[in-house]
């Protein structure tokens, strides 16, 4: 059984697989913030649940935590296993004539949207938990809405946003199909591609327009 | 002296081979793992022959001068492999295979070994099925066949345009079972440089690990030698760039007769020849000639204008073409076995009609079939009114399902499109039906020494037909050397482990030393590849589609010229114990100059016209190849003495006792 | 035409090596690349210099001997072919070409351009067989029925021929194109399906001992590959992995 688990295929399904929770997470998550541009009402209400529901707090927020944290850890393993393959390097080598940039830079990609997350913690998550675990402050339900616009009042960070976001979408434009083929779904690969695409682009982009609207209207 | 018994077993041809393997001397299951196996070349031939040979028991060391048992040159065969399955329906038997291959070898062939082939052909297809060869198949899922040339039938199973390679792949496939098994010690990248024979028998190889260049001793009951043709004594052929004769010159010199050393295929459809730097030539499958057809103009004047390139094959109306292989053999057409077509091409060409600029070169042309086929797809498609272009295009589209890799690997080579413009082809030496004798047990002359495959001379007679190669490579090594070779190895039970430190691995060790290392201390002046090409102009022009007694005479003084010279001033860099592909190429080299006399001797004695021996004093009135069946009817067998030139000739008269002696015609 | 090569020597396994520049002139756009290997190896042959080793066998794209990585891409610029049908007018006067060997751990050196791809064969002798005798006593060969769109699959599958250039262009040397195109033929054949599971979990084993990198899907194999191996073979491996493995 270990020698199954160690195979690079069993790896590469599992970082296809925790791929997979992390794109529905991510649409499950635009689907909430996209809320903030047309009713604050909805937003704050759908910001409370998920932040005091108890399935969402304390189950789906670590297998979460873990997925993200697995993708991570699991990518940079398989990058650094990766390159101890060819030790000796071309002295010449066109990747591009073969490969998209995209496909070639998954570890690129990835650390930046790592870095992004470090920052997105900072803005949300520690402050939440800090907030709500820690000094135990009574619960607002119409917190969230200001707490976010408060956070794209700074250029900088705004801008950070929009730079990883375009990263995550390059991330995507790969990872989507790729963690199809990973498991085995070649039947439909058009049909996946397309699809991988167009939500490869459409959800950076509606974070990019979430945080651009909070800094044009606040 | 040794006298030649074929050993051909008593009864009807059609009952022998049964009759013979039950009466066969086995070796009993646990004896079999005591007793060593040795098999020079994995190709079809040895690939099969060591898989089958590990699974019954015995053990098995192979070896390849190639990295890889998959590499071997059987690989390349494109169009298929023929078996009298009679899946079509079309009269096919057994028989009827065997007197194709006998007319086809212009009965200069063995009956016996035929007819056994014949016998086993269908065997082939069911073990490689079971295999996983993914042969074609109809849509009904069942197997798929095409016609070849020389034949009315059609039994030629094929995958796609890589047939060859698909049944090495099965052998290698077998073979790699019984090497995790450890029954087969695979040796890969090692050379077998010489043959070790104790009281008279074969019992071991000298071989150099190309890679450290360590020279080493490997002992066994019996040496089965499977290392294909000679066709590369003429430097540029079909063959791989690493094709040799080294295993069979070298066991020739011990003691293993060779045989009508004459016998060469010139295969018609190869891609021709553009310039002095040309390493080798690539062959075109026959399978191209079920589809496309053969022609040159038909006036002079238009020739030379397509030869200056001021005219293009297509701007040649269909009235001004000389369809050549129609007009002179209707009945088969472009379907004539390979030595008439392309000695047909050849007159074309000599008398000044060739396609392209050095004037060696006939057109095959698809754009018949391109109609034909497109036609019949807009009929299929219910397209009533298709234009010219969609019948093109429907029609382009079928030859490309069934020849597209053939096609691509043109346009790779010509820079030209062959959808769109005939192909340019040239005759090209592409097999060695000759080689070394062997009876009906494929064991040569010398006790102990197998020879397989197009290594031995005994199948194919003068002229081979289309994809019977692969049939005889594999019947030999998968259902015949198997069952014969225990014959002689029951004898051998109680003889142990053979030793390696005997006097006589010594002294074979010793010689191929003293080789090697003259090679490297000579320090000479020339390249391998000048000797080897001056080699193969000598045997391209005087030994090759056509041969005369004063063009043989001098080829057999300009062989011996050079090969003097070679001994005096090769040059060899590099060092022995290293990588050295120099000093591989300058061993093989040295053997070919001494093989090509012994070729050229051959042809000069065979004082007849048959199959792709073809002497210009021995033609009928209309051009055609002359047998001479009351004096050379039989294989030429010739005894090596020290020299090429002082070989002595022995004749295995051929007896016909199934298939009457007629003159070969295709009209 | 006239060309500067800059060409990987190394002596031996042991040897570091480093790329050495050539000039060849007079070279015909109708040459093969290897010829053109050639003609400059005769001329190292005349100046007494060590010609460069590389290997070839067959020159006409099917037996996967040669394999060479030209101007980073192995076997050179073109498409669908061996480095042995790549032809000289693929490049201009003038033109620079960087020629290497294949590179992986996996793969090392023997000598200059030559490299060892016996995990290759250690992968074929883990699995890629179906175990059947060779006694020619099997049933009849058209007693199973195989759709020809499964035949052809498994054909196109069947089609490779080992050069590894996969694992040459795949930026983590990985081999997945290789096993899969084994893996596929079976897989797609009634008669490899028995032994389907135990095949590709062995075969998959022997492939990750061999140290070849692990696949991200980039598709470079695909484009490089002279015959064309589809990756879809490699979502089939992975189906097959998991199908076997679950």
């Known amino acids: 059984m270990s020698r199954i688990l160690s195979s690079s295929i069993a790896r590469k399904v599992a970082m296809a697989l925790s791929a997979l929770f992390l794109i529905i997470f991510l649409l499950i998550h635009l689907t909430v913030n996209i809320t903030s541009l047309f009713s604050k009402d909805v937003f704050n209400e759908l910001s409370h649940f998920m932040g005091t529901n108890f399935l969402v707090q304390f189950l789906m927020q670590p297998i979460l935590i873990f997925g993200v944290v697995f993708h991570f850890v699991m990518g940079f393993v398989l990058e650094l296993r990766n390159k101890r393959a060819r030790t000796v390097k071309y002295v010449k080598y066109n990747g591009a004539a073969n490969a998209s940039w995209m496909s070639r830079n998954m570890a690129v990609s990835g650390g930046v949207i790592l870095a992004f997350l470090v920052l997105h913690f900072i803005d949300f998550w520690f402050p939440e938990m800090n907030y709500k675990y820690i000094e135990v402050l009574p619960e607002d339900p119409t917190r969230y809405f200001e707490e976010l616009q408060h956070k794209f009042t700074n250029p900088l960070r705004v801008g950070a946003y929009v730079i990883a976001f375009v990263l995550l979408a390059l991330h995507l434009l790969h990872g989507f199909q790729s963690a199809f083929q990973s498991i085995g779904l070649n039947k439909y690969t058009n049909c996946v591609k397309s699809l991988g695409k167009i939500y490869a682009v459409a959800i950076p982009a509606g974070f990019i327009i979430i945080a651009l609207f909070h800094y044009f209207n606040h | ?667 | 035409m006239n060309l500067t090569l800059k060409i990987w020597r190394q002596k031996g396994p042991q040897d570091k090596g480093r790329m050495v520049e050539y000039k060849v002139t007079d070279i015909s756009e109708h040459m093969s690349f290897l010829e053109m290997m050639d003609v400059l190896n005769e001329s190292l042959v005349a100046k007494d210099e060590e010609p460069i080793a590389f290997d070839h066998d067959c020159r006409e794209g099917i037996c996967g001997m040669c394999s060479l990585q030209i101007n980073g891409e192995a076997h050179g610029p073109d498409r669908g072919i061996t480095t042995c049908q790549l032809h000289m007018r693929m490049f201009k006067d003038g033109d620079t070409i960087y020629i290497e060997p294949f590179r992986a751990n996996a793969f090392p050196v023997i000598k200059d351009l030559v490299v060892d791809r016996m995990a290759f064969e250690r992968i074929q002798q883990a699995g890629g067989y179906i175990s059947v005798n060779t006694s020619g006593n099997t049933q009849d060969a058209n007693s199973i029925p195989i759709s020809k769109h499964n035949a052809d699959l498994s054909m196109d599958a069947a089609s490779c021929i080992g050069c590894g250039a996969c694992v040459a262009s795949c930026k983590n040397s990985s081999a997945m194109l290789f096993v899969a195109a084994k893996v596929s033929q079976f897989a797609l054949l009634p008669q490899g399906k028995v032994e389907a599971k135990d095949r590709v979990k062995n075969m998959v084993f022997q492939m990750d001992l061999e140290g070849f990198g692990n696949c991200t899907n980039t598709g470079a194999c695909e484009i490089e590959c002279p015959k064309g191996i589809s990756i879809e073979n490699i979502a089939r491996l992975n189906r097959e992995y998991l199908a076997a493995t679950i």
């Not at chain 2, 290594?455 to 014969?484: C, E, I, K, W």
Request: aromatic share 10%; with cysteine; hydrophobic share 35%.
């Open chain 2, 1 to 667: 002296m040794t006298t030649l018994n074929s050993r051909i077993p008593e009864g009807p041809i059609k009952d022998k081979w049964t009759l013979y393997k039950d009466k066969i001397n086995l070796v009993n299951p646990a004896n079999k793992r005591n007793i060593d196996i040795i098999v020079i070349g994995t190709g079809l031939a040895g690939g099969s022959a060591a898989a089958t040979l590990a699974e019954l028991g015995y053990s098995v060391k192979a070896f390849a001068y190639q990295d890889s048992p998959r590499r071997a040159h059987s690989i390349a065969a494109q169009g298929g492999i023929n078996a009298s399955k009679n899946y079509m329906g079309d009269g096919d038997s057994n028989y009827r295979l065997f007197y194709d291959t006998v007319k086809g070898g212009d009965y200069r062939s063995r009956e016996a070994n035929v007819y056994r082939l014949a016998e086993v052909s269908g065997n082939i297809i069911d073990q490689c099925v079971a295999q996983g060869v993914p042969f074609a198949r109809d849509y009904g899922g069942l197997l798929d066949n095409r016609s070849f040339g020389g034949v009315l039938v059609s039994r030629t199973f094929y995958a796609k345009g890589q047939t060859g390679q698909q049944l090495l792949l099965g052998a290698y496939s077998a073979m790699n079972r019984q090497i995790a098994r450890g029954k087969i010690e695979m040796f890969n990248r090692h050379e077998m440089l010489d043959v070790v024979k104790i009281d008279g028998k074969a019992r071991g190889i000298i071989a150099r690990n190309l890679v450290t260049g360590e020279i080493e001793r490997h002992s066994a009951h019996a040496v089965v030698i499977a290392t294909g043709g000679y066709g590369n004594v003429y430097f540029l052929s079909t063959n791989a760039m690493g094709s040799n004769a080294t295993a069979a010159w070298k066991i020739h010199k011990k003691g293993a007769f060779f045989a009508n050393p004459c016998f060469t295929q010139i295969h018609p459809t190869c891609i021709p020849r553009s310039g002095d730097y040309q390493s080798k030539l690539t062959l075109m499958s026959e399978s191209l000639r079920n589809d496309g057809r053969i022609w040159v103009p038909a006036k002079l004047e238009d020739a030379k204008a397509i030869q200056q390139k001021k005219l293009k094959p297509i701007q040649i109306a269909e009235e001004n073409r000389d369809y050549f292989l129609e007009r002179r053999y209707p009945a088969f057409g472009n379907l004539v076995p390979r030595d008439v077509a392309s000695r047909a091409a050849k007159e074309r060409c000599d008398a000044g009609f060739g396609v392209n600029a050095t004037g060696e070169a006939v057109y095959l042309d698809f754009a018949a079939a391109i109609k034909r086929y497109g036609t019949e797809q807009a009929k299929i498609k219910g397209i009533h009114d298709a234009s010219i272009e969609k019948i093109t295009e429907l029609g382009a589209a079928v030859i490309e399902e069934k020849y597209g890799n053939l096609f691509q690997m043109y346009e790779k080579i010509i820079d030209e499109n062959p959808y769109k413009t005939p192909m340019m082809i040239y005759p090209a030496t592409h097999y060695t039906m000759g080689g070394v004798w062997v009876d009906y047990n494929l064991m040569t002359t010398v006790p102990g020494l197998y020879c397989i495959g197009e290594a031995n001379f005994s199948d194919h007679g003068a002229n081979r037909l289309g994809a019977s190669a692969l049939m005889q490579g594999l019947a030999d090594g998968y259902f015949v050397l198997p069952y014969t070779i225990g014959d002689y190895l029951a004898d051998d039970i109680r003889t142990g482990k053979i030793k390696t430190d005997s006097p006589e691995f010594d002294e074979a060790e010793e010689s191929v030393k003293k080789q090697l290392k003259f090679f490297i201390e000579n320090k000479g002046t020339h390249t391998v590849d000048y000797y080897h090409k001056r080699l193969g102009q000598v045997m391209w022009d005087k030994v090759g589609m056509a041969r005369n007694e004063k063009g043989l005479k001098e080829a057999i003084v300009e062989i011996q010229e050079i090969r003097e010279d070679f001994w005096k001033n090769v040059k060899v860099p590099g060092s022995l114990n290293e990588f050295n592909q120099e000093l591989e190429k300058a061993g093989r080299v040295a053997d070919f100059l001494e093989l090509g006399e012994l070729f050229a001797k051959d042809a000069l004695e065979r004082e007849e016209s048959c199959g792709g021996h073809f002497r210009e004093e021995h033609v009928t009135e209309d051009g055609e190849a002359k047998r001479d069946d009351v004096n050379f009817a039989h294989v030429s067998v010739w005894e090596y003495t020290g020299k090429p030139s002082e070989a002595i000739l022995h004749k295995e008269q051929l007896e016909f006792k199934d298939i009457e002696l007629k003159t070969r015609s295709y009209k």
